[in-house]
């Protein structure tokens, strides 16, 4: 089992940053793939990054490419997510997920772990 924990949501102004945070907790941090993906009202959720278990491999949206940064830090268990020039179509609940395979996260395919989500939303 792999317990998750999101934090670092919030409101920003278009143009703003964040830094969302998922500490991980059960297994072996080092034995996972890691990646975020996001919800917005009314929409299914979607792929946002993913990072392999070394940290050497990252994976982004199209939609994010250039303005998120993923990265983990094994000692902290912990892997981030730098969100720079937001805008008001990034605003949806944001979700971390862990699986063995960087290519199941980014198919979203049988992924079973789950953080409980943090809100980001940009206003204009």
Do not use: H
Not at 29 to 52: C, H, L, N, T, Y
């Amino acid at each position: 089992q792999v317990q998750l924990v999101e934090s670092g949501g919030g409101l920003v102004q278009a143009g703003g940053s964040l830094n969302l945070s998922c500490t991980a907790s059960g297994r072996t941090f080092q034995s996972f793939a890691m990646g975020w993906f996001r919800q917005a009202p009314g929409k299914d959720r979607e792929f946002v990054s993913a990072i392999s278990r070394s940290g050497g491999t990252t994976y982004y949206a199209d939609s994010v490419k250039g303005r998120f940064t993923i990265y983990r830090d094994s000692a902290k268990n912990t892997v981030y997510l730098q969100m720079n020039s937001l805008k008001p179509e990034d605003t949806a609940v944001y979700y971390c997920t862990a699986d063995l395979s960087t290519i199941s996260i980014r198919t979203m395919t049988n992924l079973d772990y789950w953080g409980q989500g943090t809100q980001v939303t940009v206003s204009s």
